[in-house]
C-alpha cells in the first residue's frame, strides 16, 4: 500500500511524516476491511491519524502523565462545521484509534460515557504504551514549534445555556462577526511569529506541571497554545468576549515573572480596579480617588471584599447566601452584613448589583484588551492578555502603559490607574560567580528553555512566513 506523505498536513519536522505513513500502513494490513479505501477515504484516514498521533506527540511534551482525549459519539462529527474540523470524522477516527490500540500502540485509562438523562458526558482518554512514546520521542524538534497553528480555525465562539449547559452555538455571519475575526486573526498572527516560553529548570517545570495536573481549574502548559480565540456568552455578541486558549492563562501569578518573549523578560501591567472603574463610567457616576474595595470595612480584607463585589454584579438576583467559593469566616461579620456594606459604599452603582452586568463589564474589558493587543499587532510586538493586564517584552513597559491608558479614555472619556504587576525576575546571570563554568552549569540547569529557543530561532523565518501565507486579511 503506498500513502503520499504530503496528504499530512504538517510542517517543518524530521521524522512524523513517515512514521503515521507507516503506521497507516500497518493498520491497514491488520483491520479487517471487505474492500480497500478510496483514494479520498485514504486521505481522511491519514489526516485522522494524523490528528491522533500530533495529539499524543503534544502531550508526551506536557507530561509524561498527561492523557489524550477522543469524542467516540457518532454526532460530535457532524452538525455545524463552524466549530468542528470538516475534514475529520466518525469512521476514518475510529479506524485510526481502534488500529493503533490493536498495534498496541495506545490504551485507553479512562471510557467515556453520556447519561442521555441528565446529559453528563465524559470524554474516552487514552495514554500511549512505552512502545509510541519511544517512537514519538525520537523525532526531532519540539511539537509546539514544529506544528503551526492554523489561523484560519474559527475563533469567534458564541455561547448559551441550553437545558442547563453551556454550549456553543451557531450563528449568522454579519459584518461585525467578521470585523472581529478579521481582527483577532492580526493579533493571532503577531503571538504565532513570536515565541512566549517559562524560564524555568527542568525540575521547576516539571513540579510545576504536576501542580497544575492536580488542579481542577487549570491545565497543565502546552505551548503549542500559542494562538486566543474570543468567547461570547448568553447568545449575545455583547456579553462575555474575553480571550481565552493562550497556555499563559493556566500559569499561577507566582510564575508569571519567568515568562519570556523571544527569550526576552517581560513585565505585566494590569488595570487597577477595572470592573468598578467601568461600571461608574457607564452610569456616568465618578467613582473618586478612593480605592473601589478598600472604601469597604475600612480598608481591612481587600481581596473578600473585590471577589463579593464582582459576585453581586455577576449574580442575576439578589445573593441571599454568600457564594460557595467565598470565605468570609475571618471578616466576624455574617454575608447579609457584607453585601450591605458594600451597597453601602457604593450608593450611585448600588441598582446595577444583582442584575447579571458582569458578562457586560467582561465584553468591555474585552474591548479594551483588543484595542491593546491591536495597536501593538501593527508595529509586530506581542502582548499576552490575561483578562484586564497584558504581558509584554519589558522594553515596551512605558508603550503599554499609556496604549492601556489611552484605549480606556477613548472609550469612556476617563482616566484609570495602570499598575505594573510584577518586576523583572532576577536574571540567572546576575550571581556573583560568572565563571565559564557556572555560565555552562546554568544552562545545563535551563537546557530545555534553551532547546526551545534555538529551535525556535532557526525555524522562525521559515514558520513566519508559512503563517502569513495562511494569514488572509488585509
Not at 83 to 112: E, H, S, W
Not at 291 to 304: E, F, S, T
Not at 308 to 333: H, V, W, Y
Request: glycine fraction near 4%; aromatic fraction near 10%.
Amino acid at each position: 500500500m503506498q500513502l503520499q506523505a504530503d496528504k499530512v498536513m504538517l510542517e517543518n519536522m524530521t521524522g512524523l511524516n513517515e512514521l503515521i505513513i507507516e503506521l497507516a500502513e500497518n493498520i491497514t494490513e491488520i483491520e479487517e476491511r471487505k474492500r480497500r479505501r478510496t483514494d479520498s477515504e485514504t486521505e481522511r484516514f491519514i489526516y485522522s491519524l494524523n490528528k491522533i498521533l500530533t495529539d499524543v506527540w503534544r502531550g508526551i511534551h506536557i507530561s509524561p502523565e498527561h492523557q489524550s482525549h477522543i469524542n467516540k459519539q457518532n454526532n460530535a462529527y457532524f452538525g455545524d462545521a463552524r466549530y468542528r474540523d470538516p475534514n475529520l470524522t466518525y469512521r476514518p477516527t475510529m479506524a485510526a484509534f481502534k488500529g493503533l490500540q490493536l498495534l498496541n500502540l495506545i490504551r485507553v485509562t479512562r471510557k467515556g460515557y453520556l447519561d442521555r438523562e441528565t446529559l453528563e458526558s465524559s470524554l474516552t482518554r487514552y495514554r500511549p504504551t512505552p512502545k509510541l512514546a519511544s517512537m514519538l520521542e525520537s523525532l526531532k524538534g519540539h511539537p509546539a514549534i514544529c506544528l503551526l497553528p492554523d489561523l484560519n480555525a474559527e475563533t469567534i465562539i458564541l455561547r448559551n445555556r441550553v437545558e442547563g449547559r453551556k454550549l456553543q452555538i451557531a450563528y449568522d455571519e454579519t459584518t461585525e462577526t467578521t470585523q472581529l475575526r478579521n481582527d483577532l486573526k492580526k493579533i493571532n498572527l503577531i503571538l504565532a511569529t513570536h515565541w512566549a516560553d517559562l524560564e524555568l529548570s527542568g525540575e521547576q517545570f516539571k513540579a510545576l506541571q504536576i501542580r497544575l495536573m492536580l488542579d481542577g481549574e487549570r491545565q497543565p502548559i502546552d505551548f503549542s497554545r500559542r494562538t486566543i480565540v474570543r468567547i461570547f456568552s448568553n447568545g449575545s455578541f455583547e456579553e462575555g468576549g474575553r480571550f481565552y486558549r493562550g497556555w499563559w492563562e493556566n500559569v499561577p501569578s507566582e510564575y508569571r515573572r519567568y515568562i519570556t518573549l523571544d527569550s526576552k523578560r517581560t513585565y505585566e501591567y494590569d488595570y487597577s480596579q477595572l470592573n468598578p472603574h467601568i461600571i461608574y463610567a457607564l452610569q456616568n457616576q465618578e467613582l473618586g480617588s478612593e480605592d473601589a474595595y478598600g472604601r469597604v470595612l475600612d480598608g481591612d480584607h481587600r481581596d473578600i471584599v473585590k471577589q463579593a463585589f464582582n459576585a453581586m454584579l455577576q449574580a442575576k438576583r439578589d445573593l441571599t447566601r454568600c457564594p460557595a467559593k467565598l470565605d468570609i469566616s475571618e471578616l466576624g461579620m455574617t454575608w447579609r452584613e457584607l453585601k450591605t456594606a458594600i451597597l453601602k459604599a457604593h450608593q450611585p452603582i448600588a441598582h446595577q448589583f444583582f442584575t447579571g452586568i458582569g458578562n457586560r463589564l467582561q465584553y468591555e474589558d474585552s474591548c479594551l484588551a483588543e484595542d491593546v493587543m491591536l495597536s501593538f499587532a501593527k508595529i509586530d510586538v506581542p502582548a499576552l492578555p490575561v483578562h484586564d493586564s497584558f504581558i509584554m517584552h519589558h522594553g515596551y513597559g512605558s508603550e503599554l502603559e499609556e496604549k492601556m491608558r489611552k484605549a480606556f479614555f477613548e472609550r469612556y472619556g476617563r482616566n484609570i490607574p495602570v499598575k505594573k504587576e510584577f518586576f523583572e525576575a532576577v536574571a540567572k546571570t546576575e550571581f556573583e560567580d560568572l565563571s565559564v563554568e557556572s555560565i555552562l552549569a546554568d544552562r545545563e540547569q535551563y537546557k530545555d528553555w534553551h532547546a526551545r529557543h534555538d529551535e525556535w530561532f532557526e525555524a522562525r523565518n521559515r514558520i513566519t512566513r508559512e503563517l502569513r501565507r495562511q494569514n488572509t486579511v488585509k
